[in-house]
């Protein structure tokens, strides 16, 4: 257990900095444009490298919380 106490915050600010990462990475769409009258948005599906950004988001995101639990219970 000491092993894992001890690599845990490692773990952690390795996911948080990839999560940082991932998140300025991806594309910025309209923002705040949209809620005072900007122009309408296109709906549309993610492709390609976007939809790999996306799930990577997603997947360091539970990881990071995951780490973020058993860093409490340890």
Not at 22 to 42: D, P, Y
């Amino acid at each position: 257990m000491t092993v894992l106490s001890a690599l845990l915050p490692y773990a952690q600010i390795t996911a948080a900095v990839l999560l940082i990462a991932a998140i300025l990475i991806q594309q910025r769409g309209v923002g705040l444009g949209s809620a005072f009258g900007g122009e309408g948005n296109i709906y549309r599906t993610k492709r390609g490298f976007e939809k790999i950004m996306f799930i990577g988001t997603v997947i360091l995101s539970v990881i990071f919380i995951i780490l973020a639990i058993l860093s409490l219970i340890s």
